[in-house]
């Protein structure tokens, strides 16, 4: 192995050469081939360790028939939710020893989901993640042809297709039974897009609380997530706060919190005292949220255990061919803050507090 000038790195002849054996054992160990006898396993450890031998990946990848790289398709990642889930993704793909090659899509469309999975099975990825949030994006994923394995996050369960999503209809319900504890029965909400599973399910566990508790369900109103449309709706709310036909509204359930931060900004404008006059909710559990007057409630999405049931999924679907069609659901958690009557804790055994944390006022 030596020479004149810089040493040359390792091979694997060099490592057979010194465990006494021949280039396809070696290559056996380094896939964990089953038919290597435990003493031969140890003695090609022991020179690969004692060279200090790495891997060619390339030819790694030849042996294992394994590149060792998922796919992510992710759309919307400018927004707080996507950028989170595809943080969690990328570290739990670490954690597994795995890189992770991401492929934006600029348009929520079929043609472009469909470019998207032939770049990535051109980079030779062993699986993908696609995020989908959108109703017609999940569609279109069911009618493609999947040449490896896939998973959906946020994609929602209604189709034969293994998905990780949390679940949007609970913590949606947990809110508004928050609010319906502290006596508000005028609860209005500003929604997403109605084009988001998310948002579908937030607006149906707000009206579903409502209808179970025997109270009239008032129009929604509609945001696209930005700040900017939580204001507008937030002044809407102001002026049937102050003297708008029908019952006045005196809480108010934002699909997420960037929507609640611009509600809140309307109220102030317009002089109305929070939660005193009107409480507000949001869902998401921003960082920015626990900081703001008042502090406010929201639902925390564990964007961390979305990432890693993503990952341990796909890795499951990859390492055990034609495993059934999983369905995993994570848990999401209200957080009570001052936003809505002084951060009061929801009573015990209500719909709630199951998905209650134990979190103060402000943090």
């Not at 950028?83 to 929520?108: F, K």
């Not at 502290?182 to 409502?210: F, N, S, Y």
């Given at each position: 192995m030596d020479g004149a000038g810089e040493r040359r790195p390792p091979t694997m002849a060099d490592v057979a050469e010194v465990a006494g054996v021949s280039h396809q054992t070696v290559s056996r160990v380094l896939s964990d081939h089953p038919n290597v006898r435990e003493a031969t396993r140890v003695r090609v450890l022991q020179a690969i360790a004692e060279l200090g031998y790495r891997p060619n990946s390339a030819a790694r990848t030849l042996v294992t028939r394994r590149s060792r790289t998922l796919g992510v398709v992710a759309a919307n990642t400018t927004l707080f939710g996507p950028?989170?889930?595809?943080?969690?993704?990328?570290?739990?793909?670490?954690?597994?020893?795995?890189?992770?090659?991401?492929?934006?899509?600029?348009?929520?469309?079929e043609h472009a989901l469909r470019k998207a999975l032939e770049r990535l099975g051109s980079w030779g990825v062993d699986g993908v993640v696609v995020m989908t949030p959108h109703r017609h994006t999940v569609a279109a994923l069911a009618r493609l042809p999947q040449p490896f394995p896939i998973v959906t996050v946020e994609g929602g369960h209604d189709l034969d297709l293994p998905g990780v999503a949390v679940d949007q209809f609970a913590?949606?319900?947990?809110?508004?039974?928050?609010?319906?504890?502290?006596?508000?029965?005028?609860?209005?909400?500003?929604?997403?897009?109605?084009?988001?599973?998310?948002?579908?399910?937030?607006?149906?566990?707000?009206?579903?609380?409502?209808?179970?508790?025997?109270l009239p369900v008032p129009p929604h109103l509609t945001g696209d997530w930005s700040p900017a449309s939580g204001h507008a709706a937030g002044r809407l709310v102001a002026q049937a706060f102050r003297g708008g036909a029908g019952p006045r509204p005196t809480a108010v359930f934002a699909a997420n919190d960037h929507m609640a931060l611009g509600v809140v900004r309307a109220l102030n404008e317009a002089g109305v005292r929070m939660p005193a006059e009107i409480a507000v909710a949001g869902f998401d559990d921003l960082p920015e949220g626990a900081y703001i007057t008042p502090p406010l409630t929201t639902v925390r999405q564990d964007f961390t255990a979305v990432g890693r049931a993503g990952i341990d999924l796909l890795l499951r679907l990859i390492d055990e061919p034609g495993t059934p069609v999983s369905h995993v659901t994570i848990a999401p958690h209200l957080v009570v803050r001052a936003s809505t009557a002084g951060g009061r804790r929801p009573g015990p055994g209500s719909v709630a507090a199951r998905f209650s944390d134990a979190v103060g006022p402000a943090r």
């Open positions: 950028a989170s889930i595809l943080a969690g993704l990328e570290r739990a793909a670490r954690q597994e020893d795995y890189l992770v090659a991401s492929v934006g899509l600029e348009e929520l469309t913590g949606a319900r947990a809110i508004t039974a928050h609010l319906l504890s502290l006596g508000h029965t005028t609860i209005w909400h500003v929604a997403g897009p109605g084009e988001w599973i998310e948002a579908e399910g937030r607006l149906q566990g707000w009206r579903a609380e409502l209808e179970a508790a025997g």
